[in-house]
């Protein structure tokens, strides 16, 4: 690798101590996680309603609160530009981790 040049993430689980390091800020890790929840809703009432025109605004609801809360609180550029699918995994765990949390207090 030269300098300047992405880390290239052989596995996920390489990745995501990094995704983590990039969502360090409270607001931003909230906003992810109301995205991610918005996302599960509009699906379901997609689903439920059998209104396929929803689906249109699962990425402007999933990445849109996580982009507002890089740009805004986090002030760095997401990585789901450059690691698209490792990314869009990650929100999920984080998030899954995040309920977790929940659940044991």
């Known amino acids: 690798m030269h300098r300047g040049e992405p880390i290239r993430y052989q596995s996920f689980k390489e990745f995501y101590p990094f995704y983590l390091a990039q969502h360090e800020n409270p607001v931003c890790r ?3 996680y109301l995205g991610s929840v918005l996302v599960l809703f509009i699906l379901c009432m997609s689903i439920f309603s059998g209104n396929d025109h929803l689906l249109i605004v699962l990425p402007i609801a999933g990445y849109g609160f996580a982009w507002l809360g890089h740009f805004m609180f ?4 997401p990585a ?3 690691y698209p ?3 869009f995994m990650a929100d999920w765990v984080m998030l ?3 309920v977790a949390q929940l659940f044991k207090r």
Not at 74 to 77: C, I, Q, T
């Open 74 to 77: 986090e002030k760095n550029r």
């Open 85 to 87: 699918l490792y990314s």
């Open 80 to 82: 789901t530009f450059q």
């Open 96 to 98: 899954a981790q995040r």
């Open 30 to 32: 909230h906003l992810h």
